[in-house]
């Protein structure tokens, strides 16, 4: 294929197409390594294209997937985002997966000037402020950190368009992209469904609380209540771990039925009760990674608990935390046990790996153990 223009530029530094495609281009990391190759790779032609998995719901897998697949979502979504030819694309996530692979695609096939960094937490770290920037794909970390950055929140402003997932959006920073006047959407997808599948557009007057499949793409659920996705573009209906209530207006995302709790008979989406605490872990004294999991228990069978990272908790924010279970919207659902953990496991994409974190030792913090 043709690409119109005779460079890219990756981590500061302009790389010529003609010498990247003559094998006389050299990577200076893995990062760069897995980009360089990806391009080379599309504009010779190849036909088959190996994705992998984050592992973060199970073992790292890979998928493979044709030219003519990766091309039809590609186009699928720059016509959903209205994006014009000539425009800038900066590419900020792991390209060894697939959300940064599909940035790559996206611009390669619709004539996107492309702007490489290293996908750190501050993607525009490594672009000078007079570089005009078009179109991302970000992580919420990433748009957070950008947010909280008065000179990056200007910038933001003057896209056409963000695409924000890989991970929940906070109600922090969903009250925070409200502020923006550049569409910010959040996108549902995975490795099997060739990144993104549907949107929710999360400010400007058309806001939305509920996902919309992308064109061609039409959902059900299954007898679990997990959601089923028919796709054009994909030979096989795809059925997924993830849990979700369908609307004349879209699908509502519950949580991974591979994360639900079952207490006492009662169905507990550990993402719920995240997002229910998540205003009280903003007013403690410390910031802290934590994420809502289980144990075993003898009467309960498993019994919702808090796992926060960290070899100590601060008084004062043990006492804030033993009020806001006490004080808990829906009684079932509230903590009933609280655990330190020294160093959570993350996956590649950042994501904590929840089943080694419920699995290996922990400190038991006695103040914040309640009882049925």
């Known amino acids: 294929m043709s690409y119109p223009f005779d460079s890219i530029w990756i981590n500061q530094r302009e790389v010529s197409i003609h010498e990247l495609l003559l094998g006389h281009v050299s990577a200076q990391s893995e990062y760069e390594a897995s980009t360089l190759d990806f391009i080379s790779a599309w504009l010779t032609g190849q036909e088959t294209f190996i994705l992998q998995t984050s592992g973060s719901t199970g073992p790292p897998k890979s998928v493979t997937f044709t030219r003519m697949q990766l ?10 985002l209205g994006l014009e030819k000539g425009i800038t694309a900066l590419v900020c996530l792991n390209t060894k997966y697939v959300a940064g692979k599909m940035m790559l695609v ?59 997932g890989g991970a929940p959006v906070s109600l922090k920073l969903k009250n925070s992209i409200k502020t923006l006047t550049c569409p910010v959407y959040e996108t549902y997808g995975m490795t099997e469904t060739i990144s993104n599948v549907a949107f929710k557009l999360l400010n400007t007057s058309k806001a ?25 573009i994909q030979p096989d209906p795809i059925i997924t771990n993830d849990a979700v209530e369908i609307t004349k207006n879209g699908f509502r995302w519950l949580g991974r039925a591979d994360h ?35 144990l075993p228990d003898d009467l309960l069978g498993e019994t919702v608990t808090l796992f926060i990272e960290g070899e100590h908790i601060h008084p004062d924010d043990v006492v804030k935390l033993r009020e806001a279970f006490n004080q808990f919207p829906e009684r079932l659902h509230k903590p009933r046990k609280a655990v330190l953990i020294p160093e959570f496991q993350y996956t590649q994409t950042g994501k904590i790996n929840r089943k080694m974190a419920q699995e290996g030792s922990f400190k038991l913090i006695p103040e914040l153990v309640t009882h049925p």
Do not use: W
């Not at 091309?71 to 959903?80: D, K, L, N, P, Q």
């Not at 992308?214 to 054009?232: F, K, S, T, Y």
């Not at 410390?286 to 999991?293: R, V």
């Open 106 to 164: 996206r611009a390669l096939e619709h004539d996107m000037k492309i702007l490489v960094v290293d996908p750190g937490s501050n993607p525009f770290q490594q672009v000078s402020s007079g570089t005009n920037l078009d179109f991302m794909a970000v992580a919420p970390l990433q748009l957070q950190t950008l947010l909280d950055n008065p000179k990056d929140y200007n910038r933001l402003n003057l896209m056409k368009a963000i695409l924000v």
């Open 208 to 232: 939305s609380n509920y996902f919309i499949p992308l064109p061609g793409v039409n959902v059900e659920v299954d007898d679990r209540g997990c959601l089923i996705i028919h796709d054009a």
């Open 260 to 294: 639900v709790i079952n207490s006492g008979g009662v169905k507990i989406h550990p993402e719920k009760v995240e997002s229910d605490l998540e205003m009280v872990f903003k007013t403690l004294e410390t910031s802290y990674n934590y994420f809502i999991g289980s």
């Open 71 to 80: 091309h039809a979502s590609a186009a699928r979504t720059v016509r959903a």
